[in-house]
């Protein structure tokens, strides 16, 4: 079993674009939402994100690769103009650079999660079929979401249900959010 550490140093100091600078000094706060994962079962619906980023009291960048322009597209679409998408459009630095300066990640079980934590960006980890304990976010202050279905955590990359995602609503993701962003505040 893993030993969990309760802080994470992340020593790098990206370099980031002047394209990136510009797009964080045009933003003010901000979260970055992270829609997209390699499973399919890890995914928590757009239309879900898309409602938290409508609700949240700062504006959204959704994050991911080209593959996941689809998926951004339908957070962007459902938020109300809350939040922009950059799915595709950054280098690894460049999105080093954008996930130290949000003030929350909200992610499904990906390799953005990891990084937000290693920057020590309170993370919000949606987790259905895979288990927070073996590759959940290090560190403290971040919130795991999980259903309390009983075939969860089952480790399947393809499920015709998948009811441990979809139990998981956008009012509870938002409930914990709010209360990570609040404490932020103080």
Not at 70 to 93: F, M, Q
């Amino acid at each position: 079993m893993p030993v969990r550490q309760d802080r994470v140093s992340f020593s790098a100091k990206p370099a980031g674009s002047d394209r990136m600078k510009r797009v964080l000094a045009d933003l003010g706060p901000y979260a970055i939402i992270v829609p997209g994962a390699r499973w399919k079962t890890k995914i928590w619906p757009a239309e879900n994100f898309g409602s938290v980023a409508a609700r949240l009291p700062v504006r959204s960048v959704v994050i991911g690769s080209s593959s996941d322009r689809g998926i951004a597209d339908k957070v962007v679409s459902t938020s109300r103009g809350r939040a922009v998408s950059l799915a595709g459009e950054t280098n690894l630095p460049e999105l080093i650079v954008l996930m130290k300066g949000a003030s929350i990640v909200i992610t499904n079980d990906s390799g953005p999660m990891h990084i937000g934590a290693a920057l020590n960006v309170p993370v919000i980890a949606v987790f259905g079929p895979t288990s927070p304990v073996l590759t959940g976010p290090y560190g403290k202050g971040h919130v795991v979401l999980q259903s309390d279905e009983p075939c969860s955590p089952c480790f399947k990359k393809e499920c015709a249900d998948v009811k441990c995602m979809r139990k998981i609503t956008p009012g509870k993701v938002l409930e914990r959010a709010a209360a990570v962003l609040k404490t932020a505040e103080r």
